[in-house]
């Protein structure tokens, strides 16, 4: 047995070295009766800038051994000190059922990888299919081909290739997923790269710099265990017989296949269409859509942090908000995906097409923060078609696009000045990697929205001064915050409801909204497959 102290608080001036002494006082032992110690979660603690502190939990052992921490528990009953009891990962028992073909996994973003590594470690060999292309490649055709160019290349882009839209996004690992899984992903992640840091921080950070390195070596671990990966792969069609897949077309081949597990994310439009048009049973659903804004990060960071916001022990800071029924009826405007020290980037799967996202670097070290500033589209929007969302929403991005006289710059407008309906001017200075156009932002985004904006700028300035004011830029449209359709599933078998052998899985199929939800989506996939046969052979 050990024991866990919970939240042991450490200002600013503190060093961690006094964490020891804080246990032993919470504790109400001496110092020295602490045999060892491990912080297991470190979160930042900032609702008060005067009150700034580091909230610790720490796992830690007593000299005397089970014995005596059980006397100290009964003795004291001490607040927030509990008996630490390290539970195993449930065994995944294989299942009986004949496998005639290695299980096939479209899409090589969160969902697909952690279901590969599953199924691999389990010893199903699975085949993953990935449209895009290995992530040295991609980062190639990113930053020359798109970046400098303007060259688009719609196979191998921010959305499609190794990782998948995950790869290039913030590396954002916190959730509210309650899961044993999430634990588990974090070692994997860390297991392959990531900084250790993950495993306690409360909201853990990869960096856009680091993901693509550690996709490669999740890749080449799912390698290991004799799957396969093909990049450069696409999906055209299914073959779906008497309600059961049957078969797959890939690149023009066709290939029999009679477990399919889909994560193709939430961009690969052309591939939803398909399955509409295979008869797939898909269902319209509400998404979000809205701006991303921009604001310099030292402002965030006094926003944040008031007098401590030089301290060099502070992280860049960030911000959760939410402008209560500024979009009247349909609910609130809130900040999504922010980024602090991070770049807005474009996340268009098809050329002819402007959308927007974020992500920050391991360091979070830029000059700029941003965060989505999105609403909930309701249904009755765009139509209970489930196709309507998607076509809704590259309506916005096609707009965006022409706005800009087809330069694949953002469109982009100061606060003050959309609030103040007027155009802006001046030099234009944004992070975005194909620079900004002045550009009226209610032109590219629907009326309801522009409204809602409206009512939520002035809200949050009101909490933040400054936060709508002439520092601050909006760009757009956000669009790709979440998918506007669902693959429906039985919840039991996990199975498509028309299609047996066919999973849909993570966030393009409706089922996850960021990486850590998008992969343990996958592995309770890949367990419920693992259950139900034997591995291939």
């Known amino acids: 047995?050990?024991?866990?102290?919970?939240?042991?608080?450490?200002?600013?001036?503190?060093?961690?070295?006094?964490?020891?002494?804080?246990?032993?006082?919470?504790?109400?032992?001496?110092?020295?009766?602490?045999?060892?110690?491990?912080?297991?979660?470190?979160?930042?603690?900032?609702?008060?800038?005067?009150?700034?502190?580091?909230?610790?939990?720490?796992?830690?052992?007593?000299?005397?051994?089970?014995?005596?921490?059980?006397?100290?528990?009964?003795?004291?009953?001490?607040?927030?000190?509990?008996?630490?009891?390290?539970?195993?990962?449930?065994?995944?028992?294989?299942?009986?059922?004949?496998?005639?073909?290695?299980?096939?996994?479209?899409?090589?973003?969160?969902?697909?990888?952690?279901?590969?590594?599953?199924?691999?470690?389990?010893?199903?060999?699975?085949?993953?299919?990935?449209?895009?292309?290995?992530?040295?490649?991609?980062?190639?055709?990113v930053m020359v081909r798109y970046y400098r160019r303007r060259d688009f290349d719609a196979e191998s882009n921010l959305l499609f290739g190794e990782g998948g839209a995950g790869a290039y996004s913030d590396g954002k690992l916190y959730t509210r997923v309650n899961d044993p899984r999430v634990r588990q992903i974090l070692a994997i992640f860390f297991r392959h790269g990531a900084h250790r840091d993950i495993l306690i921080d409360g909201r853990p950070h990869v960096g856009s710099d680091r993901l693509p390195t550690i996709c490669r070596r999740i890749r080449e671990s799912i390698e290991s265990y004799g799957g396969e990966v093909r990049f450069g792969a696409r999906l055209d069609d299914v073959e779906i017989v008497d309600g059961r897949l049957c078969a797959i077309t890939v690149n023009g081949v066709r290939e029999p296949a009679e477990t399919l597990l889909l994560g193709v994310g939430h961009s690969a439009r052309d591939t939803i269409r398909m399955l509409a048009g295979r008869?797939?049973?898909?269902?319209?659903?509400?998404?979000q859509l809205g701006v991303r804004i921009e604001h310099p990060q030292a402002l965030v960071d006094r926003w944040q942090y008031g007098a401590w916001c030089e301290q060099v022990r502070l992280p860049p800071a960030d911000y959760h908000l939410v402008a209560r029924d500024a979009a009247g009826p349909h609910g609130d405007v809130f900040s999504f995906c922010m980024c602090p020290g991070g770049t807005i980037l474009p996340t268009n799967e098809s050329p002819g097409l402007i959308a927007t996202n974020g992500a920050s670097r391991a360091s979070r070290g830029g000059a700029f923060a941003n965060a989505g500033l999105v609403m909930t589209v309701p249904q009755e929007l765009f139509g209970d078609d489930p196709l309507c969302g998607l076509e809704y929403a590259r309506r916005w991005e096609r707009l965006a696009y022409e706005a800009t006289g087809g330069s694949y710059a953002v469109p982009a407008q100061r606060a003050s000045d959309y609030l103040a309906g007027r155009a802006s001017d001046g030099a234009l200075v944004t992070s975005f990697p194909l620079g900004g156009q002045w550009t009226e932002i209610r032109s590219v985004i629907p009326d309801f929205a522009g409204e809602a904006l409206a009512r939520a700028l002035r809200i949050l300035d009101a909490r933040l001064p400054g936060f709508a004011g002439d520092e601050a830029m909006i760009t757009a449209p956000e669009t790709r915050a979440s998918a506007p359709v669902r693959i429906l599933r039985d919840a039991n078998s996990r199975e498509s409801v028309r299609a047996a052998g066919f999973y849909p899985i993570g966030e393009g199929a409706g089922y996850a909204g960021g990486i850590i939800s998008a992969a343990v989506d996958g592995m309770h996939t890949a367990e419920a497959v693992i259950r139900r046969f034997a591995p291939f052979r």
């Not at 008869?279 to 998404?287: E, Q, T």
Request: glycine residues 8%.
């Open 1 to 141: 047995m050990a024991l866990l102290v919970r939240d042991l608080l450490l200002r600013l001036d503190e060093p961690p070295e006094r964490l020891p002494e804080l246990a032993a006082r919470r504790l109400r032992v001496g110092r020295e009766e602490i045999r060892l110690y491990a912080v297991v979660r470190r979160a930042l603690d900032a609702r008060r800038p005067a009150e700034i502190a580091f909230r610790y939990n720490l796992e830690l052992t007593l000299a005397g051994g089970e014995k005596r921490e059980r006397h100290v528990l009964a003795r004291q009953h001490p607040r927030g000190v509990e008996a630490l009891r390290v539970q195993p990962p449930p065994r995944i028992e294989p299942g009986i059922g004949p496998m005639r073909h290695r299980p096939v996994i479209v899409g090589f973003g969160p969902a697909g990888m952690f279901a590969g590594l599953i199924l691999a470690e389990h010893g199903f060999r699975p085949i993953l299919i990935e449209r895009g292309r290995d992530v040295r490649t991609r980062h190639r055709d």
């Open 279 to 287: 008869g797939v049973a898909l269902a319209a659903k509400p998404f």
